[in-house]
């Protein structure tokens, strides 16, 4: 009896032991989903802005936030972490020029270019003079500090039945002509909601953008 608890136990002891078993199972993503960038997230300090709708200006609050710590602590932007998730409301700010051409995102988000003073037909978070304040809280020059932005898959399939509706189109698409033209630093996730989490337990605190 002893030996076979002895046995029994090795076998148990062993099966704890092996690495695929003792990683977590959000480290563990499927195939279709990278979400090793999750595991960058190792700045001294770490925040995730859940941004509802993306107007105009909206974006100062993540550049603040760098420029914060940059001043406060003299901390470097590569030794901060900072993500900004988009779901619906925000998917502007994650759109490819080629989709603003092709569809009404701005009569459909009440998004106007600051030039023309008519419905956006290119995007503002992208395009911004040089040395202006719209310029350092625009998005290449947020991502060139090290900010991650990602666009939830679901409210991707929302705003392609939405835009979908306004053209005449077909859902699936339009969905597709979305995703292949989000920009290209954007990550791609599954549901938002569930990336806000697996954000905060990595260390992230938590600013809603409303």
């Known amino acids: 009896m002893a030996s076979r ?10 099966l704890a032991a092996a690495p695929w078993l003792s990683l977590p199972r959000s480290r563990r993503p499927s195939a279709d989903w990278d979400l090793g960038w999750l595991d960058d997230l190792t700045g001294i300090h770490r925040q995730v802005f859940d941004v509802g709708p993306v107007q105009h200006g909206l974006l ?16 470097r932007d590569d030794q901060l972490s900072a ?12 759109a490819g020029d080629p989709l603003w051409e092709r569809y009404p995102i701005g009569e459909q ?4 270019d600051p030039a023309t003073r008519e419905p956006a037909r290119r995007s ?7 040395g202006s304040d719209d310029f350092e809280e625009s998005v290449p020059e947020l991502v060139r500090r090290g900010v991650i932005f990602w666009q939830c898959n679901n409210a991707l399939h929302g ?4 835009l ?11 969905y597709q002509d979305l995703r292949a033209n989000l920009l290209p630093h954007v990550k791609l ?22």
Request: charged share 15%; net charge positive.
């Open 60 to 75: 100062h609050v993540a550049k603040n936030w760098l420029n914060a710590h940059n001043e406060v602590f003299g901390l």
């Open 83 to 94: 993500v900004v998730g988009l779901a619906a409301r925000g998917f502007p700010a994650n």
């Open 159 to 162: 705003v392609a039945e939405r």
């Open 189 to 210: 996730v599954p549901a938002h909601t569930m990336l806000v989490g697996l954000c905060q337990e990595r260390g992230c605190t938590y600013e809603a953008l409303v």
């Open 109 to 112: 988000y009440g998004i106007v």
């Open 164 to 174: 979908a509706r306004a053209t005449k189109q077909d859902h699936a698409t339009v």
């Open 5 to 14: 608890r002895t046995f029994f136990a090795s076998m148990t002891a062993g």
């Open 124 to 130: 503002p978070f992208v395009h911004a003079e040089p």
